[in-house]
């Protein structure tokens, strides 16, 4: 699903924030990508959903060489891959409906197609009671699930979230990955940042650590044997 060869990105300001990369996350894996404040974990991101371009090196994401799609490829490449952020990036004068529903307005389905597809998705998120409230009204938990319906409305095959617990206490946060991991479970294909160690290290799925733009371990999916509680618990 994901394949980069000799990966490098420059920035002018920053030098090379990611340096020669080579790695590879086969469809339907769950992958962790951890490492220092800095090592590169959201440009890895970025570059996945086209958000930047690699500056040398190819990145492949589906069979698609991302270094190389043209304007008009990217909207199609971008609806492919759901983004969730640490800070949910939710529109606050809309309502949780309008705003799970903008990706699918974007992309010109009809009125009925994204009303039900936005019900389906706020149903995965347990927050179909909750379509009409705006999101200053909800929890911080609420609103990283609204952040999480938006991304996977959609339905793309892969899903590249950005620190998405770093807001959320300890229960919010296994309960966030607890919805990944049953995204997984039908298929979806997913790479995590997260520098919550503490968090990742009790999870069975295979990390990635970077440091200073370095891919520095692959540590594949562990057993663990006395997880604290199970996510889906
Ligand atoms: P992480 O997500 O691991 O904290 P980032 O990918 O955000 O790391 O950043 C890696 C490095 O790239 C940092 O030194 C950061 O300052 C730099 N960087 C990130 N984005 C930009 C940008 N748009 N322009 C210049 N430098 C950037």
Redesign the pocket.
Known sequence: MIRCDQVS?R????GE??NHLNLEIAAGEMVFLT????????????LIACL?RPSRGQLLVDGRNVGRLTLRQIPYHRRQVGMIFQDHRLLMDRSVFDNVALPLVVAGLGAQEVARRVRAALNQVGLLNKDKAHPQALSGGEQQRVGIARAIVGRPPLLVA??PTGNLDPRLAREVMGLFARFNQVGVTLLI?S?DLALISTLPYRTLT?DR?RLVADTHATQITSPETPLNA
């Open positions: 990105k920035y002018a300001e920053s924030v990611l490492g220092p404040s800095g090592a590169g974990k959201s440009t890895l991101l970025k930047e950005d620190e940042a520098h970077l733009g």
